[in-house]
């Protein structure tokens, strides 16, 4: 069994900053990409970063500058520091990664997501 599971949500102040992380564990041979993303509400999902196997990565435009993803050397846990946070930043934040779980096949896994809150 594949699990994701987010920490680091909170409340913060604008201007503030939160590090959210990611850790992965159970069936997987070999992880393509992990990737953060974000849906607020009556919103649609939309990506925030991401960060392929050789450590690539790829920021949204509205985002670029203020957050940075990063992984272990494991490659088992993926993080996203945010800084200067802003109330249009509030959203549930949902880890995911793209991974081979066998020689032939390769899909996409969620985590439950993890609330951040920017607010005065």
């Known amino acids: 069994q594949v699990q994701l599971v987010e920490s680091g949500g909170g409340l913060v102040q604008p201007g503030g900053s939160l590090r959210l992380s990611c850790a992965v564990s159970?069936?997987?041979?070999?992880?393509?990409?992990m990737a953060w993303y974000r849906q607020a509400p009556g919103k649609e999902r939309e990506l925030v970063a991401a960060?392929?196997?050789?450590?690539?990565?790829t920021y949204a435009d509205f985002v670029k500058g203020r957050f940075t993803i990063s992984r272990d050397n494991a490659q088992n846990t993926a993080n996203l520091q945010m800084s200067n946070l802003e109330p249009e930043d509030t959203a549930v934040y949902y880890c995911?990664?793209?991974?081979?779980?066998?020689?032939?096949?390769?899909?996409?896994?969620w985590g439950q997501g993890t609330q951040v809150t920017v607010s005065s």
């Open positions: 960060i392929a196997a050789g450590g690539s990565t």
């Open positions: 159970g069936r997987i041979l070999r992880i393509i990409r």
């Open positions: 995911n990664t793209d991974a081979w779980w066998s020689e032939r096949l390769h899909r996409e896994y």
